[in-house]
């Protein structure tokens, strides 16, 4: 299965700035997604990471408080825009291999917004 | 759209004893049906896996058996050991777009 490295592994961010999480994958992979999961919850899709095109969003999110950049089929970026409390949470990227549907999580990003 | 039910969402078991998770399905085309640990402060991790054309699936200490007639699957942990302590996820794979619908988690509590 992938490696993938994803970088910060936490973050305390004041309101109203910017972070950008990376993910990096030991090789190339076709679709990659952004999560994010609340304390305690489930995981909740943000949007699909699509290679030099626009990213797809899921149903709540949108491409200004979350924009996403995939230069190529190993790496990705989500950035939290003007960041609120109510951001805080756990922010994952995953990986799939479309031959046997092997989905592989990050490690994740712990934000916390003050 | 797909929607999945997993039960219970906490369960507390003696050591060595048996941990059953049970989730439920709508579409009656899925076809790949995984299951994640997921220990504090990590990503999500597969841990077995069944695919319709089986009904059962073992690997060591767990196993997972799938009813398409019924739309339900479940794992099973025997022996549990308190590194099993975890959260663990039931999903369901949607061939239309690749993604995963999730399950809302059972933590899994192995008591000394």
């Known amino acids: 299965s992938a490696v993938i490295s994803q970088k910060p592994s936490r973050d305390i961010c004041q309101r109203g700035t910017s972070l950008t999480i990376q993910c990096q994958v030991d090789s190339q992979v076709t679709m990659m997604f952004w999560y994010r999961q609340q304390p305690g919850q489930s995981l909740t899709l943000i949007a699909t990471a699509n290679q030099g095109s626009e990213a797809t969003y899921e149903s709540g999110f949108v491409i200004d408080k979350f924009p996403i950049s995939r230069p190529n089929l190993t790496f990705s970026t989500l950035t939290v825009s003007n960041m609120s409390p109510e951001d805080s949470s756990i922010y994952l990227c995953?990986?799939?291999?479309?031959?046997?549907?092997?989905?592989?999580f990050g490690s994740g990003t712990r934000l916390t917004v003050v | 759209g797909e929607n999945v039910e997993q039960h219970p969402s906490t369960l507390s078991v003696q050591e060595g004893d048996s941990a059953v998770i049970k989730c439920t399905y709508s579409d009656s085309a899925s076809n790949y049906f995984p299951w994640y640990k997921q220990e504090l402060g990590k990503g999500p991790q597969l841990i077995i896996d069944i695919r319709s054309n089986v009904g059962e699936k073992k690997d060591q200490r767990i196993a997972v058996t799938l009813n398409k007639t019924a739309k339900h699957f479940s794992l099973h942990i025997t022996e549990t050991q308190p590194e099993d302590s975890a959260v663990y996820f039931c999903a369901v794979f949607m061939d239309s777009n690749y993604q995963l619908i999730w399950g809302a988690g059972t933590k899994l509590i192995i008591k000394p």
């Open positions: 995953s990986v799939v291999r479309t031959a046997n549907y092997g989905y592989t």
